[in-house]
């Protein structure tokens, strides 16, 4: 395929790494043009491409702009917790809201990225759902002003 496991994920090779780059660039690109791109055949890319589907290595999604889809309000929410920290992170994941969760080290024990439509919307996901959550002592919200970066093509090099 590619890729070797190993113990906590795969190690790619040159031309999986290519592959990836080419469908970070244009997640539509044909097969045929990748293949062009790296010197393999629109079938030996096809099969690559679905192994590292499978295997999860990586997922072909649209990405959007919550702005130009009507989420007006971005913010990163830490979380001060006890207890079973695994269960209150599987609390916050299944909330429609909240895109991104992390257990981390530090001074909040878990990072939680929210969208939201607007103001109202965030307040009521902090204060009814995340607060409420067993195990959760307190929150501290970084509202987004502006984004500045965000990438998605890590990994590859």
């Known amino acids: 395929m590619g890729t070797r496991e190993r113990a906590g994920g795969f190690v ?3 031309v999986s790494k290519a ?4 469908l970070q660039a244009d997640g539509r690109r044909a097969y045929a043009t990748i293949g062009k791109a790296v010197g393999l055949s629109e079938a030996a ?6 192994r590292l589907l499978d295997a999860g290595v990586m997922q ?9 889809v009507g989420f007006s309000r971005q913010a990163m929410i830490g979380v001060r917790a006890e207890g079973d920290l695994a269960a209150v992170a599987d609390r916050l994941a299944e909330m429609p809201e909240v895109d991104y969760v992390v257990v981390t080290a530090g001074s909040f024990d878990i ?12 307040l009521e996901l902090i204060s009814t759902k995340i607060r ?22 890590w990994g590859t090099r």
């Open 111 to 122: 990072m939680a990225e929210a969208v939201c439509e607007d103001d109202d919307a965030l």
């Open 60 to 68: 072909i999604v649209a990405v959007t702009d919550p702005l130009q």
């Open 45 to 50: 890319v096809r099969q690559r491409v679905q």
């Open 19 to 22: 592959i990836i780059e080419q």
């Open 12 to 14: 790619l090779d040159d």
């Open 132 to 153: 409420t959550i067993t195990g959760v002592r307190s929150t501290e919200t970084f509202v987004y002003l502006k984004l500045r970066k965000q990438l998605y093509n």
